[in-house]
C-alpha cells in the first residue's frame, strides 16, 4: 500500500505579497521554494500541525484561517494530501530556524520560483483565485 502524507500549507499576505521559503540543502526536494508549513501528526488538527510547524521552522505565531486551496499529487513514492489555509501573522521576527531563506512575493512573481509538483497545482489555484 502506498503511503499517503497529510501535508498543511500557510498562506501568508502582507502588503500583497505571500510568503514562500526555501527548502533546507538537506532535505527531500532541496532548495525548491514552498508555502510554509508541513505535516500533520496522528492526532493532531490541520490547524494545530500548522502553528507547531511554523513555530518550528521560523519561530512565528499565526492564526490559523479558512481553507484556500485542496490538493493531491501522487510523487513516485508516495501520495500527498495537501492543504492550504489562509494564515494571519500574529508576531515573531521570521528566523530561519529549519528553513533555508524566505522571501515576500506577489503573486504574478510566484512564477519565478522553483516549486515541488504538488505546490505548483495550488500555485496555479492561487492565480486563479487572484
Known amino acids: 500500500m502506498r503511503r499517503k502524507i497529510t501535508v498543511v500549507g500557510a498562506m501568508i499576505e502582507r502588503n500583497g505579497k505571500y510568503l514562500i521559503t526555501q527548502r533546507m540543502p538537506t532535505a527531500t526536494l532541496p532548495l525548491l521554494w514552498e508555502f510554509p508549513g508541513g505535516r500533520v501528526e496522528p492526532g493532531e488538527t490541520d490547524s494545530q500541525a500548522l502553528a507547531r510547524e511554523l513555530k518550528e521552522e521560523m519561530d512565528i505565531r499565526v492564526e490559523v484561517g479558512e481553507q484556500a486551496m485542496h ?26 530556524i529549519k528553513i533555508h531563506e524566505h522571501r515576500w512575493v506577489a503573486a504574478e512573481d510566484l512564477d519565478d520560483y522553483e516549486f515541488p509538483s504538488a505546490d505548483q497545482k495550488t500555485l496555479e489555484q492561487l492565480l486563479e483565485l487572484q
Open 71 to 96: 490538493v493531491q499529487h501522487a510523487y513516485p513514492d508516495y501520495d500527498i494530501d495537501f492543504r492550504v489555509y489562509r494564515c494571519r501573522l500574529l508576531g515573531g521576527e521570521i528566523r530561519h
